[in-house]
């Protein structure tokens, strides 16, 4: 059975830094593309980042330098480090996996920025 497991979610003041980690197992083949969505209270689910298995990445513009996504293939886990975070930041984040052509979710972590 396919499973995401999410961590490093949490409360921190704007300018702070928090380090999402996300690991995939259930399949012996790693999933083509990993990524992070996220969604804000009252917004649609929006993507933040995605990392492909060779390593070319795409993120939305709100965060492009200041985040950084990045996988190991190795443990199937992919990372997300949020730096210079901002109020507008604080959202449920979601960790997914692609894989055959079929997505699945992690259950979500919250990031809360506020002083």
């Known amino acids: 059975q396919v499973q995401l497991v999410e961590s490093g979610g949490g409360l921190v003041q704007p300018g702070g830094s928090l380090r999402l980690s996300c690991t995939f197992s259930?399949?012996?083949?790693?999933?083509?593309?990993m990524g992070w969505y996220r969604q804000a209270p009252g917004k649609q689910r929006e993507l933040v980042a995605t990392v492909n298995y060779s390593g070319g990445t795409n993120y939305a513009d709100s965060v492009k330098g200041r985040f950084t996504i990045s996988r190991d293939n190795r443990k199937n886990t992919v990372y997300l480090q949020m730096n210079s975070l901002k109020p507008e930041d604080t959202a449920v984040y979601y960790c997914?996996?692609?894989?055959?052509?079929?997505?699945?979710w992690g259950q979500g972590t919250q990031v809360t920025v506020s002083a």
């Open positions: 997914y996996a692609t894989l055959f052509s079929t997505d699945y």
């Open positions: 259930g399949s012996i083949v790693s999933p083509s593309i």
